[in-house]
C-alpha cells in the first residue's frame, strides 16, 4: 500500500497522528474514535516512508487479543515485520535470549499460578486461608511488584494507601508476601511480576544487553499508556536508554485499574516530562449514536475524571431507555424481554451485552434469558452454578437435606450452612475475591428467601429449594454456539455490542460500597463511563430498588444516573417508591417498625438494616465456644447453635433454664446438652 493511500483512509486528527512518525507524541484518544486504526496507520506510514525498519519497531499493549488484532492490521497495511506484543511477551521473549548468556544457567520456569506458593507461604505464618483469600492475597502482591513495594515496605506503603486484604492486618500481609518471595526463591520459580523486574535489572545492570535492546528497537509505540504501572514505565525507560521515539495512546477517563497499579498520571503528564511532545486528540467517536455520547460526555462533566469531549459521527439512533424496578428478578425479567424483542426484530444475540459491576449479579439474568429461551455466554467468570463456592454450597445444601438436617426452618438452615463458607449478613468491606465469593453466596440466600415467599415462607422445603436449584443448573449450562454475552464492566473494556443493558445502577453497587475516598468513587464514575460507551446504537440503563420480590425498596439508584435520567424520570417503579400502603401484618422491628419480611429477622425482632444490639464481645465468646464444641461432637458448628440464636443469646443474656428456652432455637434438647456450658459462659461474662 502506497504512503498516500495509507493517509487518505484517515480522518484529519488520525492522518496528524499517522505523519508525526518523530518522537515524543502522546495521543489521547476517546473511546471508539480509533485509535488502533491510527497507531496501525502510523507505524505503516513509517514503513512505507522508509523512516522506520519494521524489525526495529517495537508496539507494545496490555492484552493478548489486543496484540494479536495489532499484528494482524500491520499485516494488512504491509507492515508484518512489526514486533506487536504484550509488555510481559516482549520482556519474556528477551529475559529467555539474555539470562543463560548473563547468568550462565537456565532461567527459572515460570509458575502459572501463584496459589500453591502462597498457601506454603501462609502456612509459614500460621494463617490458613481459604482459596478466595489466596488469591485476594495474589492479587495485592502482584499490585505490591509492580507498584516497586518490597516487602519491607509493604505494610507503611498499604496502611498509607488505605489497602487492606480481607481480615489480615498489613504486617501479616507484608511477611505473607516475603515468605512467598523466599518459597518461590527455593523451588526456582519465577511469576510473571519477575519477568519484567529481571529484565529491567538485566537492563539495568548489564550495559551490553541494554545496548543490544537498543539497537534492535528504535522506535517504540504504547498502546492504553493510562494502564502503565511503575514497574512497566520503569522498563519502557531502560528499553528506551534516554531516547524519545516514543508515541503513547491512551485516554485517563477509561482508567479502571488503578486498583491493580495502574497510574494514568504517566499519560496525563506526559507533556511535562518530554517537554517537546506533540499532543493529539481524538475526538470524532465512529462507534455510538449522539444519543450515547451526550450520555457519556454529560457523566464526566465538571468531573475530575474529563477526558477528551467526544463528538458523535453516527446518525442519531433510539434515545436512551432508563428504568427502576421494584425488585431485581423483575428488573432481570423486564431486561430479558427487551433482548427477547430484539432478537425476534433481526438482531444477532452476539451483539447484546448485559454488563455487570460484579459477577455475582448474572444470576439473575441467566436466569430470565434462561426461562425465554435466550442463548447467552458468560465472559470472563464461570457461569453462576458453574462457580467453585456456588457448587460447593449447592453440595452441602444438598447433603443437608439429605441427611435429614434441614428439620425447621428453611432459611435458617440455608444461612447456617452457607455460614460454615464464610457467609455472613455483613459483607467484606474489601474488594476482590473474597467479595466476589460472599456475593455468589448472598445470591444463594436470597433465592432461597424468594423461594420460600413462593413456597409458603417457613414451611418451605430445602430439599425442593434443591432441587430447584439443580434445574435452574440445568436450564442454564445448556451449550450454545452465539448467545447474549453477559460481563462485567472490567471485562468489557474494549468491546463493543449494537445493544448493550447496564444494569444493577444503585448506590453501594456502582459505585460499589467499598469505594469511599473521592478518588475510589471517580473510578466507578468512569467504569460507568466504560460501559456506556461500549454501546453503538441501543442503550438501556436499569436498577432495582429492592433485592428480592417483595422487599422493601429502600435502595437508591446510582447517583451518577442523577446527570444522565434526572429527578423524577424512574419508569416501571409505579407504586414501588413513594406510594402509600395500607397497615402492614405481622411482626415489625422493634427498632424502626418497619415490618419484617424474613424468617430470620422475625427470629431477632429486627430488620436486616437496623444496627445489631446484641453484646459483641458476648457474641464473639459464644461463636469461639461453639466452634470448640462442635469439634469435640465432630458435627459443624451450626449443629450446636446458629448465628440468629447465638445473636439472641448475646442479646438477652438469659440467666437459668428458663430465661435460656425463651429464645428461638433453644429447646429441651439444647438445654440438656449445652445448658451448663450457656450458664457458666454466661455468668463468667457478667
Known amino acids: 500500500m502506497t504512503p498516500d493511500a495509507l493517509l487518505e483512509a484517515l480522518d484529519p486528527e488520525q492522518r496528524r497522528v499517522a505523519e508525526t512518525l518523530r518522537g515524543p507524541v502522546r495521543v489521547l484518544a476517546g473511546a471508539g474514535t480509533g485509535k488502533t486504526r491510527a497507531i496501525t496507520h502510523r507505524i505503516a506510514y513509517g514503513v512505507a516512508t522508509g523512516v522506520y525498519q519494521p524489525t526495529e519497531v517495537l508496539a507494545v499493549t496490555f492484552t493478548a487479543r489486543a496484540a494479536g488484532e495489532m499484528r494482524g492490521r500491520l499485516r494488512a497495511l504491509g507492515a508484518g515485520g512489526v514486533q506487536a506484543r504484550t509488555f510481559h511477551a516482549a520482556a519474556l521473549r528477551q529475559l529467555r535470549f539474555f539470562w543463560p548468556r548473563v547468568h550462565n544457567r537456565e532461567l527459572p520456569d515460570l509458575t502459572e499460578s501463584k496459589l500453591g506458593i502462597l498457601a506454603t507461604a501462609a502456612r509459614r505464618q500460621r494463617l490458613a486461608p481459604d482459596q478466595a483469600l489466596l488469591r485476594d492475597l495474589a492479587s495485592e502482591i502482584e499490585w505490591a511488584k509492580v507498584s516497586n513495594v518490597s516487602p519491607d515496605n509493604y505494610a507503611v506503603t498499604a496502611i498509607r494507601r488505605g489497602r487492606s486484604v480481607g481480615e489480615i492486618d498489613p504486617t501479616t500481609v507484608g511477611h505473607v508476601y516475603d515468605a512467598y518471595e523466599e518459597v518461590k526463591r527455593s523451588s526456582g520459580r519465577m511469576d510473571m511480576e519477575d519477568v519484567l523486574l529481571w529484565n529491567a535489572g538485566l537492563l539495568a545492570d548489564d550495559e551490553r544487553v541494554a545496548a543490544q535492546v537498543r539497537r534492535q528497537y528504535k522506535w517504540f509505540v504504547v498502546d492504553e499508556f493510562q494502564d502503565v504501572s511503575p514497574l512497566q514505565s520503569a522498563l519502557l525507560d531502560l528499553w528506551l536508554g534516554g531516547r524519545d521515539e516514543i508515541c503513547v495512546v491512551g485516554d485517563p477517563a477509561q482508567t479502571i485499574y488503578s486498583f491493580a497499579g495502574a497510574d494514568a498520571d504517566y499519560l496525563r ?183 420460600a415467599a413462593e413456597h409458603g415462607g417457613e414451611q418451605a422445603d430445602l430439599g425442593s429449594f434443591v432441587d430447584e436449584l439443580d434445574r435452574r443448573a440445568s436450564e442454564q449450562h445448556a451449550p450454545v454456539a452465539e448467545g447474549v454475552t453477559i460481563a462485567t464492566l472490567h471485562t468489557a473494556k474494549g468491546l463493543e455490542w449494537d445493544a448493550v443493558f447496564l444494569i ?183
Request: net charge positive; hydrophobic share 40%; aromatic share 6%.
Open 269 to 451: 503528564r506526559f507533556t511535562e516530562r518530554h517537554e517537546r511532545a506533540t499532543s493529539i486528540e481524538l475526538v470524532r467517536n465512529y462507534r455510538s449514536t449522539p444519543q450515547i455520547i451526550a450520555a457519556a460526555n454529560t457523566l464526566l462533566a465538571g468531573s475530575p475524571s474529563k477526558g477528551v469531549e467526544l463528538r458523535a459521527q453516527r446518525a442519531a439512533g433510539p434515545e436512551i431507555h432508563a428504568a427502576g424496578h421494584s425488585d431485581e428478578v423483575a428488573e432481570a425479567t423486564a431486561v430479558a424481554e427487551q433482548i427477547a424483542q430484539l432478537i425476534s426484530g433481526g438482531l444477532a444475540a452476539s451483539e447484546v451485552a448485559v454488563l455487570t459491576r460484579i459477577n455475582a449479579q448474572s444470576e439473575a439474568f441467566e436466569d430470565a434469558l434462561a426461562a425465554r429461551g435466550v442463548p447467552y455466554v458468560v465472559r470472563g467468570a464461570a457461569r453462576f452454578f458453574d462457580r467453585g463456592e456456588v457448587r460447593k454450597a449447592v453440595t452441602l445444601l444438598r447433603g443437608t437435606a439429605r441427611s435429614g438436617g434441614s428439620d425447621g426452618d428453611m432459611l435458617e438452615t440455608v444461612r447456617a450452612t452457607l455460614s460454615g463458607m464464610g457467609w455472613s449478613t455483613t459483607a467484606p468491606a474489601t474488594r476482590g475475591k473474597t467479595r466476589d465469593q460472599w456475593e455468589s453466596l448472598q445470591a444463594l440466600v436470597d433465592q432461597s428467601v424468594a423461594f
Open 504 to 686: 444493577g445502577l444503585v448506590e453501594g453497587t456502582l459505585p460499589i460500597i467499598y469505594a469511599k475516598t473521592p478518588v475510589e468513587i471517580e473510578e466507578e464514575r468512569r467504569l460507568l463511563y466504560v460501559g456506556l460507551t461500549r454501546a453503538r446504537t441501543h442503550l438501556w440503563l436499569s436498577w432495582a430498588y429492592a433485592r428480592n420480590p417483595g422487599g422493601r425498596g429502600n435502595r437508591s439508584r446510582s447517583r451518577f444516573l442523577d446527570a444522565l435520567v434526572g429527578e423524577g424520570q424512574d419508569e416501571n417503579v409505579a407504586g414501588v417508591r413513594g406510594k402509600k400502603k395500607g397497615p402492614a401484618k405481622g411482626r415489625h422491628c422493634r427498632i424502626c417498625k418497619r415490618p419484617l419480611s424474613t424468617a430470620g429477622e422475625k427470629k431477632l425482632g429486627r430488620c436486616d438494616l437496623c444496627p445489631a444490639t446484641y453484646d459483641e464481645d458476648l457474641y464473639e465468646e459464644l461463636r469461639a465456644w461453639r466452634k470448640a464444641r462442635a469439634a469435640i461432637d465432630e458435627v459443624p458448628p451450626f449443629v450446636v447453635f446458629s448465628d440468629t440464636t447465638l445473636q439472641l443469646i448475646a442479646e438477652h443474656k438469659p440467666q437459668g433454664e428458663a430465661a435460656l428456652l425463651r429464645i428461638s432455637g433453644i429447646g429441651p434438647k439444647k438445654i440438656e446438652q449445652y445448658g451448663e456450658d450457656l450458664d457458666g459462659l454466661l455468668s463468667e461474662h457478667a
